[in-house]
């Protein structure tokens, strides 16, 4: 399953600028600024949780300086780390989002029956399809109808500070320092990923973590390529276009998707914000090489080697077109990697990731990395003194990769919704459905890079990420708050968005792009610039 782009990003599925918005700040990208409800001091005073990093297994590359953990094979004979249910007993709602279609009902999902047999309770989730997510929160929220936990994104939604505290249990006392050693999965959650869950200076929710698994990335077939003698590795934006003609024609597009965020990389954009040399932080939306990133783009599409169908697609099916052929290059993140390469029809489907070229040439250029966090998960406030048991919920879901309880979370029965193939899980069609419960973003431990029954796709993601993740570059942004940005991001960046997408069309020329930045500006984007300002002055201390 692929990660769900929302929240930060949902207002990119069915344009032609998917993921190339994202970087810029301007659909609540990150959890950026903070304003509203505490100063960003107050969140730096606040200890967080201590972090005890699991060491039950040892995986087969260790990975260093951002890079995620791999695994070849599924550990052998994987043992239970918990004792016994967790929970107080009672029933727990849930308040989740999904990527995928959703599975069939508790009472027709074996799956779902086996979780509640093993959790000693009925644990009710309400699926909302990721693009409909942030409209469904508030409704849900409005309603007052949030059940025990819920999913929630740091960027996206207004005024969050203050709806946490209004609606969300105060965690702090429970998890701050060496408290989180009562829920020792959760204690194994990196201590970066932990900073978007303070609010007013104080705790708010359990963090997925994700870190350099966001990072964009651009895929390319590399078993296409070499059957047809194209060399990937190139060393400029021009030899790169060459590639994408030479792949089109007939049925077949070089690109699902306009590279939006590769463009920007090999012209040295900044990811999403930068600090300028009087102290204050600029959104790259302003920086002049945009217009040039943007001629490549709306070239792409002039030129035929995009697919025509790309702007009334979601997310899902520009997958399955790279999967099936239809198209050769998809760009997507990361943690796209692993859910491309074991689609049913994946095949022996060999994928790489393009290294940003220097626009000019002459080398290439460093990627962006992607937040620490994807979504977390909050307690509702009127939950709060069943806080205790259920964060017991969410440690139990967080069990590490490797354990018992991990496997049949992620691959269901055996025999039944997996079957093992030389020693890893396989998801049977039946598992496939009804495993996506959306769990993996309810709580998860540290992402680990691994795919049942193909070590050899593993061993690539660790080594691509070995070779550019260390280098990547961050936004100073992506750990703070704004409050206009939280009430107007999606606005102005919808506005924003769509003039690139005027643009890549051809509807508008490039020159277009700095009208549109200067109404993104005026209509709240140096408000939020200034909001952005003041809470990383705090944050250095």
Not at 152 to 161: M, N, V
Not at 320 to 331: I, N, Q, S, Y
Not at 389 to 408: D, I, K, T
Request: aromatic share 8%; glycine share 12%; charged share 20%.
């Amino acid at each position: 399953m692929s990660e769900p782009i929302i929240a930060r990003r949902r207002l990119l599925q069915g344009t032609l600028a998917m993921g190339g918005l994202a970087a810029l700040g301007l659909t609540g990208c990150s959890n950026e600024g903070r304003g509203g409800a505490g100063s960003q001091a107050e969140n730096n005073s606040v200890e967080l949780p201590t972090y005890i990093p699991y060491t039950g297994f040892e995986p087969d590359f260790k990975g260093e300086d951002g890079v995620s953990d791999t695994v070849l094979h599924y550990p052998a004979d994987p043992v239970a780390v918990t004792d016994g249910p967790p929970g107080d007993g009672e029933d727990v709602g849930v308040f989740a989002v999904t990527n995928t279609p959703v599975p069939p009902s508790m009472d027709q999902n074996a799956y779902w029956q086996a979780l509640n047999e093993r959790l000693g309770f009925t644990l009710d989730v309400s699926l909302v399809p990721s693009g409909d997510f942030t409209d469904r929160f508030q409704t849900t929220v409005a309603g007052d109808q949030l059940p025990d936990l819920f999913t929630y994104f740091p960027g996206g939604i207004p005024g969050l500070p203050s709806l946490l505290q209004e609606r969300a249990a105060d965690l702090t006392d429970l998890l701050s320092g060496d408290a989180i050693q009562d829920y020792p999965f959760l204690a194994n959650i990196p201590t970066e990923s932990w900073q978007y869950s303070i609010y007013g200076g104080r705790i708010y929710g359990v963090p997925i973590a994700r870190g350099a698994q966001s990072s964009p990335a651009l895929y390319r077939r590399d078993d296409v390529l070499e059957e047809q003698g194209l060399d990937p590795e190139v060393q400029s934006w021009a030899d790169l276009v060459t590639i994408f003609e030479e792949l089109t024609g007939g049925n077949t597009w070089a690109l699902s998707n306009v590279p939006m965020q590769l463009i920007r990389q090999a012209h040295g954009i900044a990811n999403g914000w930068e600090l300028g040399s009087d102290g204050m932080l600029v959104s790259t939306n302003e920086d002049e090489r945009q217009l040039d990133a943007l001629e490549k783009g709306r070239e792409l599409v002039e030129k035929g080697v995009v697919h025509p169908d790309t702007t009334s697609s979601d997310n899902q099916q520009r997958q399955a077109w790279v999967v099936g052929g239809r198209t050769l290059f998809f760009e997507g993140t990361y943690a796209a990697w692993s859910s491309l390469a074991a689609r049913p029809n994946a095949g022996q489907m060999r994928l790489g990731v393009m290294v940003p070229p220097k626009v000019d040439g002459g080398g290439t250029m460093p990627i962006w990395l992607g937040p620490a966090t994807h979504n977390l998960t909050g307690i509702s406030i009127g939950s709060a003194d069943r806080a205790p048991a259920l964060l017991e919920v969410l440690n139990y879901l967080a069990a590490p990769f490797g354990s018992e309880e991990h496997l049949f979370k992620n691959y269901g029965l055996d025999g039944e919704h997996h079957t093992m193939v030389d020693g890893d899980p396989v998801l049977t069609e039946k598992g496939q459905s009804e495993t996506q419960l959306g769990l993996k973003y309810v709580a998860e431990g540290p992402w680990v890079n691994y795919v049942p029954g193909k070590p050899e796709v593993a061993e690539a993601q660790f080594d691509t990420q070995t070779a550019l993740v260390p280098t990547a570059i961050g936004n100073p942004a992506s750990a703070l708050f704004s409050e206009t940005e939280s009430r107007k991001g999606s606005q102005i960046g919808s506005a924003l968005g769509s003039a690139q997408t005027d643009i890549l069309e051809g509807r508008e020329p490039v020159s277009s792009w700095t009208d549109a930045v200067e109404r993104w500006k005026r209509d709240g984007g140096d408000k939020i610039r200034d909001e952005l300002t003041e809470a990383y002055e705090q944050s250095q201390g």
